[in-house]
């Protein structure tokens, strides 16, 4: 007697997981439609209002005066330089570590490596922050001077907040190279290291961008950390060892109070922050087709 597979029950529940996998992604779609929906509708009249040039390049923020000042560009280069040094400071040490991870590291060492740089992607940024507060910002003002919440600061603490994920994405690209193109490389007589740095570490170059990307992301968005050790001055930078201010920390300062006018410039300056994140995007997509 031969036993029948009634499929319609397998029909259905595989019809059944493509639909939430589509409402999953409909909903993700829709969030970022609303975010920018938002954004816009209430960003865009206040540029306006205060004017496109005066809003983006004005050097005063001066929400109490009478007229109030609603100009960003301090902060904007405060957002370029902080991420700038994080980027300096991060990606090197990274891309290093993740070529070490990979290829280099013995096995027992990657067992104990491995979990605690994911252990660092895990640890809250206000953590990262009181960190750089009590021991990064009192080195700096005892080695260099100054008050210690600075530019230089705030590269230093975003340079070790990007590292898990330039670490992470790093080693998965390399780890996905074939390993035709290292035994390639030892067949035509190169050593370990020139095999892994001129064979494996091009073919990965792709993913490794990527990364980076992450990291610049994570760096341009990050709040509380900047926060606490960046001096948060509204002004234009004046040195590494001086205080500035970002777009993010711009808003999470004040907009617990801001109203009106000022309410609209701080939404704005999320518009101008949205702006930027799409403009990375764009071109690492550009970059990633010309690679290709």
Known sequence: MRLVVNPKPRRLLKKGMELLFLLCAMASILAVVLICLFLFANGIPAMKEIGLGSFLLGRDWSP?????????????????????????????????????????????????????????????????????????????????????????????????????????????????VPDSYYEGALALGATHERAVFF???????????????????????????????????ARMPAGILKGIRTLTANIVIEMGYAADLHREALIATGVVLFAFILLINAAFSALKRRMH
């Open 64 to 176: 109490s005066n009478v007229p109030p000042s609603f100009g960003i560009f301090p902060m904007i280069l405060g957002s370029i330089y902080v991420t700038g040094g994080a980027v300096l400071v991060g990606v090197p040490v990274g891309i290093l570590t993740a070529i070490f991870l990979a290829r280099f590291c013995p096995k027992a060492p990657y067992q104990v490596l491995k979990p605690a740089v994911e252990l660092l992607a895990g640890i809250p940024s206000v953590v990262y922050g009181f960190f750089g507060l009590v021991v990064i910002v009192p080195l700096v003002r005892k080695l260099l001077g100054g008050t210690g919440s600075s530019i230089l600061t705030a590269s230093i603490l975003l340079g070790v907040m990007i590292l898990p994920t330039v670490i992470g994405v790093s080693e998965s690209a390399l780890r996905a």
């Open 199 to 233: 064979a494996v570490l091009p073919a990965a170059k792709s993913g490794i961008l990527a990364g980076v990307v992450l990291g610049i992301g994570r760096a341009i968005g990050e709040t509380m950390a900047v926060v606490m050790v960046a001096g948060n001055q």
